[in-house]
């Protein structure tokens, strides 16, 4: 995956900092969204982070996912 790709939740996944659902467990699941950030490197430094995919849903919701998290879109 890279930015700019479309992707697709494709697990069960609740978060709890969605705009319309604030502090109340909501499903993402289904969703898609654009990658507009990969997360690689901080402060000059290489990292690994768990969930490195930033991915952007609405102009309000953006969260961090993994690769097991998301599905690409053609």
């Known amino acids: 995956m ?3 790709d479309r ?4 697990t069960s ?7 319309e659902h604030k502090g109340k467990a909501f499903d993402i699941e289904g969703l898609e969204g654009e990658i507009v950030r990969i997360h690689t490197e901080w402060n000059g ?5 768990n ?3 930033e991915v952007r849903f609405t102009p309000k919701f953006v969260t961090h996912l ?3 998290e998301l599905q690409t879109l053609a």
């Open 51 to 53: 969930y490195p995919y």
């Open 7 to 10: 992707v697709r939740v494709k």
């Open 2 to 4: 890279k930015v700019g």
């Open 45 to 49: 430094r290489a990292i690994s982070p």
């Open 66 to 68: 993994g690769d097991h």
């Open 13 to 19: 996944l609740k978060v709890f900092h969605h705009p």
